[in-house]
């Protein structure tokens, strides 16, 4: 790669980021620098280029809520398969820098909410999820909705995905199954109700329309 192929590069990440930058503003996140950084600022806060531990280089976005770390952002230029990036995002993960570590809230050594975003593609990992997998969204979520994750934290299935997976399975009823003489003559009666019913409702409105 020639340094003409690096700059183009780099400037196609830069115009990713002021993309992302954007979409984490309309969801309500502050988004911040590293040497101005305040965690109050909002209930979520967007860290930019934050130094993770030795071997894990930077982080493009660390991800606070309610001032504890939860997340991380791994931004990548506009037309990068993002399936190819997830392994760097788990890495920061679990490369925090003891000082932010202690302020971090971490699933099974890692933090529970990463992503990968390109500004036009985005994928999102929820570490609560029975499965937890990569899957792309139309948009950021709001910090509130990674705070109420977070609150359900505890429960056996904190997620809606665990839910729906922890759901009965449902049985349908077999084709074919004979009805009884009984509800037969109870679903007639219905139809016949329903039919003579709505043949008043239309005589008197008729009725009603047709007075002088």
Known sequence: MNLGDDANRLAAEARARVLIDRQLTDAGWSV???????????????RREA???TGHCRADYLLYVDQRVVGVIEAKSEGTPLSGVEWQSAMYAEGLPADVRLAALTKDGRLPFVFEA???ETHFTNG???EPRARRIFNFPKAATLA???RSKDEEHPTWRGKVTAMPRWTPLRYGRRRSRRSTASSRACASSAT????????RALARHSRP
């Open 32 to 46: 911040q620098d590293s040497r101005s950084l305040n965690l109050f600022a909002a209930q979520g806060v967007a």
């Open 51 to 53: 130094t993770m531990a």
């Open 118 to 120: 390109s500004g036009t």
């Open 128 to 130: 609560f999820d029975p």
């Open 148 to 150: 109420k994750t977070l």
């Open 196 to 203: 003579t019913g709505a043949w008043c409702r239309w005589r």
